[in-house]
């Protein structure tokens, strides 16, 4: 369900008469002048009622010899709330596209064949920078305080403030002397031009 | 006898009007929206139509049949207009805007109909 699509049916269902008809239809299956009789509504409000619900996918209609009958689209209904939240939208695409394009763009500007030229005083901009010199870490591994350091100081004479910023962002881990990397790179969108090393 | 209808034009309408404003407000609380807009169409008609009958008590100056006349070739004028644009909802498939024309349609056929039967004095 696209996000239009679900907007398009939340509003519908926002409608008591239309709910009513949702519960007729979730009992059996009815036609125009039953569902009018049933909720005391004139036949043309309930078409009217009906064309809405078809349009937001909430019914179906079907003919039989004497009459078209609606009944619910059932599988609609199955769907959770949550799904519909969850599920990537344009928009949403969107975001990821620009939020893409501002990494490039602070990682552009701060490093320079593959070294750091400084390290970024704003934070937001820190922690990008921080995300992608973790890529030189291996997921699992443990690290020794001076493997980490010779790992940093590729990328900046300051490999002290490097590695204590990148344990207080949770990018690493440190206990017992060992460093580990955190799994944090799986949300960390990828750099398609990672400095290279 | 000319005061008098005018009376029960007027009076016919402020009733209408007072019924279908609690409609509206009661459709509202009880989340049935679409259901309120559509009254509060139906209102809108009458309102127009009770401003067509007070324009025309200044117009015809006191001449029953001339009013007469007035009110009711301006209503027909007027639902011309929604009978059209009915017609080319119905073939653009528009179920919302048929089913509003036709509520329009519906309250100017009611009002002409309560118009007549006033005036011959049935009603």
């Known amino acids: 369900m696209t996000e239009l699509e679900a907007v398009r049916l939340f509003k519908c269902l926002a409608d008591k008469s239309r709910l009513q008809i949702l519960k007729s ?4 299956d009815m036609y125009v002048e039953r569902l009018a009789e049933r909720l005391d509504l004139a036949p043309s409000t309930i078409s009217f009622h009906l064309k809405k619900l078809a349009d937001a996918g909430a019914v179906r209609s079907y003919r039989t010899q004497y009459y078209t009958m609606y009944s619910l689209c059932r599988e609609i209904f199955d769907t959770r709330i ?48 921080l995300e992608e010199i973790a890529r030189a870490f291996e997921p699992g591994r443990s690290y020794t305080e001076r493997e980490v350091n010779l790992i940093l100081a590729d990328y900046h ?9 990148m344990v207080a962002e949770g990018i690493l881990s440190r206990e017992q002397n060992y460093y580990r990397l955190e799994d944090i790179l799986s949300s960390a969108p990828a750099s398609s031009s990672a400095p290279a090393r | 006898m000319c005061q008098d209808r005018q009376t029960r034009i007027f009076s016919y309408f402020d009733g209408e009007m007072e019924g279908l404003r609690s409609r509206e407000q009661a459709l509202a609380a009880d989340e049935r929206r679409d259901e309120a807009v559509f009254v509060r169409v139906r ?12 324009a025309g008590i200044k117009i015809c100056r006191g001449d029953e049949e001339q009013l007469r006349q007035f009110f009711l070739t301006r209503t027909e004028q007027i639902a011309q207009s929604w009978l059209a644009s009915r017609q080319k909802a119905m073939a653009h498939d528009d179920t919302y805007k048929l089913y509003l024309e036709d509520i329009k349609l519906e309250a100017c056929a009611d009002i002409r109909s309560a ?5 011959e004095g049935s009603l």
């Open chain 2, 43 to 54: 209102f809108n008609i009458f309102e127009a139509f009770h401003a067509v009958f007070s």
């Open chain 1, 25 to 28: 239809l979730a009992a059996e």
């Open chain 2, 115 to 119: 118009f007549m039967r006033i005036w």
């Open chain 1, 82 to 129: 949550l799904d519909i939240i969850c599920e990537t939208s344009g928009e949403a695409q969107l975001q990821t596209q620009r939020e893409a394009e501002y990494r490039r763009r602070v990682i552009d500007a701060f490093f320079e064949y593959g070294r750091l030229k400084s390290i970024p005083a704003q934070q937001k901009k820190e922690r990008i920078v």
């Open chain 1, 157 to 165: 004479d300051d490999f002290c403030t490097l590695r204590r910023d």
